[in-house]
């Protein structure tokens, strides 16, 4: 059963960092690209950022210089750090692995207070 399981959300104030993490079981996710994808309420779900190797990384506009995306290919992990955290970065968070078939996990809450 592959399952895609995000953490680390929660509330923080604003210019505040939160690390997320998406751990991945039941297939073999480090030879897929992995992105991070948020929801805010009453939007469309958005892309953030994607993995598909150390040296190729790619980000949202609103979110480069700010978060970084990673992958512990050992522990079949994804991670994003976000620094200095706005307001509109508020949303629901979710792991996706673009493999065939694709997955998703259940996402994760972030809300920051301004």
């Known amino acids: 059963q592959v399952q895609l399981v995000e953490s680390g959300g929660g509330l923080v104030q604003a210019g505040g960092s939160l690390r997320l993490s998406c751990a991945a079981s039941?297939?073999?996710?480090?030879?897929?690209?992995m992105d991070w994808y948020r929801q805010a309420p009453g939007k469309q779900r958005e892309f953030v950022a994607r993995f598909i190797s150390d040296g190729y990384r790619a980000y949202a506009d609103s979110v480069k210089g700010r978060f970084t995306i990673s992958r512990d290919n050992v522990r079949n992990t994804l991670y994003l750090q976000m620094n200095r955290l706005q307001a509109d970065d508020t949303a629901v968070y979710y792991c996706?692995?673009?493999?065939?078939?694709?997955?998703w996990g259940q996402g994760t809450q972030v809300t920051v207070s301004s």
């Open positions: 996706h692995s673009r493999g065939s078939p694709d997955y």
């Open positions: 039941g297939g073999i996710f480090n030879i897929v690209p």
